[in-house]
T-cell receptor
Framework: EPEVTQTPSHQVTQMGQEVILRCVPISNHLYFYWYRQILGQKVEFLVSFYNNEISEKSEIFDDQFSVERPDGSNFTLKIRSTKLEDSAMYFC??????????????FGQGTRLTVV | AQSVTQLDSHVSVSEGTPVLLRCNYSSSYSPSLFWYVQHPNKGLQLLLKYTSAATLVKGINGFEAEFKKSETSFHLTKPSAHMSDAAEYFCVVSGLGGNKLVFGAGTILRVKS
């Protein structure tokens, strides 16, 4: 069964350092997403990406964040200068279509980012 | 803005007894609604979705949910719980434009033997 894979499963980084979270979406999917869940809080939408550009982003997704599809298979989330409050579980997702009601969003198992 | 409220943060049932996980939604338009499940160390998996067709939606693993517009509810049920159902369950509504998901806070289901 096709699945979204994320690496690493757990990343510890020092405050102020840059981190890159990696995701391999399902191969025939065209729409990609990042969500995050701070411990004890709701899963929150960060950004959606299609055709090599951001299609929508939330208020959380400020200039410290960027996304990229560097090749035909990977989809990355970069945080330039991490803050303590960036500590969270980050989920990558992909779908065949942009309208979620017409399709299914497949999620990875998440990367737990801990900023110390 | 679209939102969902999961009324119970934790639910505990005995194996073989019914499961009820409650969800209320708020939306300014006809929403699409979903239930996702997350088992430990696994990704979020879609259980079922409602997209304005039949109000009673059947999903995987014997789960179903009923969309009740008058009550703005989308409760998840299963007639008989299994140990493997122990997980966290998220009620989710599609955002305006239908291209992002708005999650509830989650309900942790514990199944006792």
């Amino acid at each position: 069964e096709p699945e979204v894979t994320q690496t690493p499963s757990h990343q510890v980084t020092q405050m102020g350092q840059e981190v890159i979270l990696r995701c391999v979406p399902i191969s025939n999917h065209l729409y990609f997403y990042w969500y995050r869940q701070i411990l004890g809080q709701k899963v929150e939408f960060l950004v959606s990406f299609y055709n090599n550009e951001i299609s929508e982003k939330s208020e959380i997704f400020d200039d410290q964040f960027s996304v990229e599809r560097p090749d035909g298979s990977n989809f990355t989330l970069k945080i330039r200068s991490t803050k303590l409050e960036d500590s969270a579980m980050y989920f990558c997702a992909s779908s065949e279509e942009v309208r979620i009601s017409n399709t299914e969003a497949f999620f990875g198992q998440g990367t737990r980012l801990t900023v110390v | 803005a679209q939102s969902v409220t999961q009324l119970d943060s934790h639910v505990s049932v005995s194996e073989g007894t019914p499961v009820l996980l409650r969800c209320n939604y708020s939306s300014s338009y006809s929403p699409s609604l979903f239930w996702y499940v997350q088992h430990p160390n696994k990704g979020l998996q879609l259980l079922l979705k409602y997209t304005s067709a039949a109000t009673l939606v059947k999903g995987i693993n014997g789960f179903e949910a009923e969309f009740k517009k008058s009550e703005t509810s989308f409760h998840l049920t299963k007639p008989s719980a299994h140990m493997s159902d122990a997980a966290e369950y998220f009620c989710v509504v599609s955002g305006l434009g239908g291209n992002k998901l708005v999650f509830g806070a989650g309900t942790i289901l514990r199944v006792k033997s």
